[in-house]
């Protein structure tokens, strides 16, 4: 078998400059260009304003933008920033912190009382809530 010396090996990565030189007659050889990409709206996360109101007034509330809620089955108003329209205000939900003792007669007291699964809070509407803390 034929001896081959070293000077007829390629050079290894040892021996390869730190610094690439393009090539003259490619420009930009080094460059990989990205197609920008087009401006993405940020989506506002809409926070749910909860409503508590006498079915009775169901249309009414309807009209002014209140949704139903199937899975936690309770109204609420979609809104970017928190706030409500002044017509649904009286129907927004508050939390009242209750003894479990003390329930059925704050149930006569405060109508629009109901009680949230998920939390496990009591809450009643901003008419009821003046009551309450009247009390």
Do not use: C
Not at 16 to 37: K, R, S, W
Not at 47 to 71: C, I, M, R, S
């Amino acid at each position: 078998m034929p001896k081959v010396s070293t000077k007829d090996l390629p050079p290894t990565s040892a021996e390869t400059p730190d610094v690439l030189i393009p090539h003259p007659e490619i420009e930009n050889a080094f460059t990989i260009e990205t197609p920008e990409e087009p401006p993405v709206k940020k989506l506002l996360k809409k926070k749910q304003v909860q409503l508590l109101f006498p079915y009775a007034e169901k249309q009414e509330a309807k009209t002014l933008g209140a949704k139903w809620d199937a899975n936690l089955k309770m109204w609420y108003y979609p809104s970017v920033d928190g706030s409500i329209p002044e017509e649904l205000a009286k129907y927004k939900a508050h939390d009242v912190y209750i003894e479990f003792d003390d329930k059925e007669y704050f149930k006569n007291v405060l109508t629009s009382m109901k009680f949230d699964k998920s939390r496990k809070v009591w809450m009643v509407n901003s008419k009821d809530f003046k009551a309450f803390n009247k009390l």
